[in-house]
Structure formats: C-alpha cells, structure tokens
C-alpha cells in the first residue's frame, strides 16, 4: 500500500522510471508521449543532457544558499538573461527586476503582495483591491485562489478567500456577439475593466491580473488582437498595475519568450514557473518594473515577503541552462514551425468533428473545445466527467494530454489542452493526433448514447 497522499486515491497511477525526448517511461517499460509537457512544463522534453550536466555542475560546488545572507552567481545570470529578453522582445518594457521563487502560485503571491506595498510605499494606502477575470487559474494558495475565477477549485475555501472583482475573459468563441467585429469584441470586453475600476474608485485598486493566453481554465484561450493594448492603455489611465500571469503560456511556449511581446504590449508585473526550469528543477520567478522596485527602494527598502528557497541556486542553474537551450538551439523558431503543423493536423483532423467546438491557441500551446452540439454549443454535462474519459483513454494510447473540465456554473465544456516539448518533429505531430483521435473516439463511445445528441 502506498503512503504517497496522491491526488486521486482511487487512481493506480503508473510509475515513472525514466525520460527519454518527449517520452516517459514507466516501471513496465511502457512509453508515454509527453504531448501536455505535464501540465506545460515539460519544454525541452525528459532527457536534456545540457541541464542535467548544469545541475550536477551547481551541487557539485554549491547546492544551497539561503539569500538572505547570500545572492548567487547563478541568479545574478539568470535574472541579467530574463531581463535582457524582455528589454529586446517586449515593446516599451518595463520590467527591471527578478524575484526568483519555486513555482507559479509562489509567483501570484509574491505578485500580490508587491502590487498592495508598491503603493503603501508611493503614499497610496488606499489601493488594495484586485481586479482579475473569471475565466483564470493563478494558483492554489490562498491569495492566488482568491484572484482567480475557477469555480471548481475556489468553491469548498469560498469563505477563507480574500475579495477580488471578476470581469469577463475575452473568450471570442463563447461571448462575441454575431454582429461584432474581433476588434470591436476586445474592446468591449477590455472596457469592462474600466467599468470595474470606476465602480470600486480608482483610489482602491492595486492591480488588474491576467493570462494573456488562458491555460488550466479555458484551454489555450488568446484574446483577439487590440485586446490587451486596450487593457494597459486602462491600466495607465487609472494607476492600477498589470500583472501578467504567464506560468503557463511563457518562456517560449506560444513561439515568444514572453507571450505578450505577441500582444505588443509589456506589464508592471510579469509572473513566470513551469517551462522556467522545464521540469528539471522547481522554480519560477516575478519580474518587477524599475519603478516599482525603486518605490521599496526609497521607501521602507524591504519587501515584506520571503520564502526559503527564493533564488534557489540549483534550481537557478537549471533555468540558466534552460535559457541557453532555448536561444542557441532555434527552439523557439520550432515552437512556431511545429505549432503551425500541429495546429493545421488538429485541423485536419477535428476541424469538423460534431464534439469539437472549436481549435485553438498559439505556437505549442493549443486546445480543443469540446461540445455536446456544435449549433448551440452546449457543453457535456460535467457529470460525465469527459475530460477524466479521455485523459484514461489517452493514457491507455501512450498518450499524455491535459485534459479539463466544464464549469460547475455551465459556462463551458471540456478542453483537452496540447502542450508538448518545444523539440518535437512531424513524426511526434502525427503520433499526437493520432492517438489523440483514438482517445477522444473511445471516451466519446464510452458515453450513454442520450448524452450525445
Ligand atoms: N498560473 C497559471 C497560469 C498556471 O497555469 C498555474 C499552474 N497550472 C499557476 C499559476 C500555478 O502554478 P503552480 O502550480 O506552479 O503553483
């Protein structure tokens, strides 16, 4: 009997021995391809020899230092590497400083939590109040849940959350109107956060949060181009800080380092984990604007915030190494070649499936939406559990996909979300929609024939 306190209990869950690329092996030698990276971690695959070596290199001299006696070499490369991107991939970027912890939840709060003493430190106590979207995921913890809108996880610790105001996500496929141009659609939903920030009084907001890609609560939602110009351009007027939560949707996955270099637009706050280390160590960062960073500086000159292992030198390390495989290999040139093949079988393949609503994302970061009746789009009822269908199917295909659920409130339907290792070719492209196929076929046919219209 297992003492591992596993996520589903009821699950037998394979154990995993080995990586090779973008395969996983378990203990009875059977191969998986990593098709989800996880859940978008995974980027450079199971078996990265140039991070490995940097790892082992890092504990061999030094494996921890704990900062607040010491800063690293590791970090301070890290942190000049981060930055340099961002000043040659963002449009008027902003972001100067990194606070490095050990994934993304750690990220949104350290994020939070800088937004509100960022403006204690400026003379505006006033501003606390958080502004986010209800199609979101930011984290587990109890500040990240707070900000985030999905029901399914919010709601047993609804009365331990902190308040925070939802507004619309921009979720074209869902809530543009027949009439309504893209353009007009981003800016409607955009306008929302004005609506919502003079409604709460611009002297009380602190931020507005955002995924500029959707991942864990809507599968690889883009917002339609003008859309987020339009929300800094809000955000300006009214003081409040961006923070852009790209946990999922950064470092390379959509073909850009940051994602919303995509969206020509740089943020106040950008928080980053899961490809920052790709899986081979815990890490994730917060990447802070010059202003924001000077307000500590001149003001009390500490952040009131901590954790152990902030800038965890190995862990450091590993995202340097990530880095340079990511920028001396063409990898991001492959997300974008491998992205649009992957995207034109999914295409090809589902483009007309009666279930599937619509195909979507960017680079290598794509989703299905799943549909009980294409007309209408009315999602499965979640009762059915779909997504924990196809992700058993998938699985028993060798697959790994990163399969979720509707809304409790009905909104949605199951996604399945696409998010392999940036070194895949065309052969992985086929076998990804091939099985895939074959797991959406069986979890479908396993399915009472009156769920299906
Ligand atoms: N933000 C986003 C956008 C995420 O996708 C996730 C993880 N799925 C998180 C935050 C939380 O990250 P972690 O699980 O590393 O705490």
Redesign the pocket.
């Known amino acids: 009997m297992s003492h591992v306190f596993h996520r589903q209990p009821a699950t037998a869950y394979p154990v995993a021995v080995a990586g090779d690329g973008p395969y996983l092996i378990d203990a009875a030698g059977r191969r998986y391809l990593d098709a989800c990276g996880g859940?978008?971690v995974s980027c450079l695959g199971h078996s990265d020899t140039a991070v490995r070596d940097a790892i082992k290199g890092q504990v061999d001299s030094l494996a921890y230092a704990h900062s607040a006696f010491f800063t690293t070499q590791a970090a301070e490369d890290l942190a000049d590497v981060l930055i340099a991107r961002a000043a040659e991939t963002m449009p008027n970027n902003r972001l100067d400083k990194v606070y490095f912890v050990s994934?993304?939840?750690?990220?949104?709060e350290a994020a939070l939590k800088l937004a509100r003493q960022y403006f204690l430190e400026i003379c505006q106590p006033g501003r606390h109040r958080i502004i986010a979207r209800r199609q979101s995921?930011?984290?587990?913890?109890l500040g990240?849940l707070a900000v985030g809108g999905n029901q399914w996880r919010r709601q047993p610790f609804e009365p331990m959350l902190m308040p925070a105001t939802h507004i619309a996500p921009c979720y074209a496929y869902r809530d543009r109107r027949e009439d309504e141009s893209e353009a007009a659609y981003g800016q409607r939903v955009a306008d929302e956060l004005e609506a919502a920030i003079l409604d709460l009084g611009p002297e009380t907001v602190a931020a507005f949060i955002a995924?500029p890609v959707v991942?864990?609560t809507a599968g690889a939602l883009p917002p339609v181009p003008g859309y987020f110009r339009r929300i800094r351009e809000i955000c300006d007027r009214y003081g409040v800080l961006l923070i852009l939560?790209?946990?999922?949707?950064g470092m390379g996955r959509t073909g850009h380092l940051y994602a919303c270099a995509e969206d020509g637009i740089a943020p106040d706050i950008l928080?980053t984990?899961?490809g920052l280390g790709a899986g081979y160590q815990p890490i994730?960062a917060m990447l802070c604007s010059a202003a924001i960073y000077d307000a500590i500086v001149t003001g009390s000159g500490f952040f009131q915030h901590g954790h152990t292992y902030i800038g965890h030198v190995t862990a450091c390390a590993a995202s340097l190494a990530v880095q340079r495989r990511l920028h001396e290999g063409g990898l991001l040139e492959n997300v974008r070649v491998q992205g649009a093949a992957l995207r034109q079988a999914l295409d090809a393949a589902f483009g007309q499936h009666p279930h599937v609503g619509e195909i979507r994302g960017r680079g290598l970061m794509l989703g299905l939406e799943l549909v009980a009746d294409r007309a209408s789009k009315a999602p499965f009822d979640p009762a059915l559990k779909l997504n924990a269908r196809i992700k058993r199917e998938a699985m028993a295909r060798g697959l790994m996909c990163y399969p979720m659920g509707g809304t409790i409130d009905g909104r949605h339907g199951d996604h399945v979300m696409l998010a392999p290792p940036f070194i895949i070719g065309p052969e992985h492209v086929s076998e990804i929609v091939d099985r895939l196929g074959q797991a959406l076929g069986a979890a479908l046919d396993s399915l009472p024939a009156e769920a299906r219209p």
């Open positions: 859940a978008a994934g993304g939840s750690e990220a949104a995921y930011h984290g587990n913890t990240a995924e991942g864990a939560d790209e946990v999922m949707c928080m984990a899961k994730g």
